[in-house]
């Protein structure tokens, strides 16, 4: 079975005062006081502006690094990809934080990144596997499924 993930997390209130404009938008929450917007085709093609796509990312939508570099002025802020099937897989990970990238993009074939980025968002593993565990990124596997909880 796979697991798929393109998505900015933040804390909530963050991201959803970040967002309030945008209807394409579908905040989802999750543990620890971070939410997830999940970037689905309607988003990736609202908030590109053109300009190429920022290296190390797959999907992260051309010229909005700009954007979460802004939205970061409030806070931390990450963009996360991940791409699993049969046990092997790829993620990828960064963090804004005060108007710039401050971490990353990492990439590991492994978990990592994300749990990684995590931490610098205030999350903890608290008992659980990882912080990625712990905040609940393995409540769904595919993308679209995040979409039921916005």
């Not at 798929?4 to 309030?20: M, Y």
């Not at 990312?57 to 002025?73: C, E, M, N, V």
């Not at 712990?134 to 769904?140: D, N, W």
Request: aromatic share 6%; hydrophobic share 45%; proline share 7%.
């Amino acid at each position: 079975m796979g697991y798929h993930l393109e998505a900015v997390i933040a804390a909530e209130p963050l991201l959803r005062a970040a967002t309030a404009d945008l209807p394409d938008a579908h905040v989802v929450p999750l543990a620890q006081g971070l939410a997830l917007l999940p970037m689905t085709d309607d988003l990736h093609d609202a908030v590109m502006d053109g300009t190429p796509a920022h290296p190390g990312f797959r999907k992260l939508p051309g010229g909005f690094h700009h954007t979460l570099a802004t939205w970061s002025a409030t806070g931390p802020v990450a963009y996360v990809e991940a791409d699993v099937f049969g046990g092997t897989g790829e993620q990828r990970a960064a963090v804004w934080l005060d108007g710039a990238l401050a971490v990353g993009p990492t990439t590991a074939r492994r978990r990592g990144p994300i749990s990684q980025v995590l931490r610098h968002l205030g999350a903890r593993a608290d008992g659980h596997r990882d912080e990625f565990d712990a905040v609940g990124l393995g409540r769904h596997r595919h993308l679209e499924d995040w979409l039921d909880e916005a």
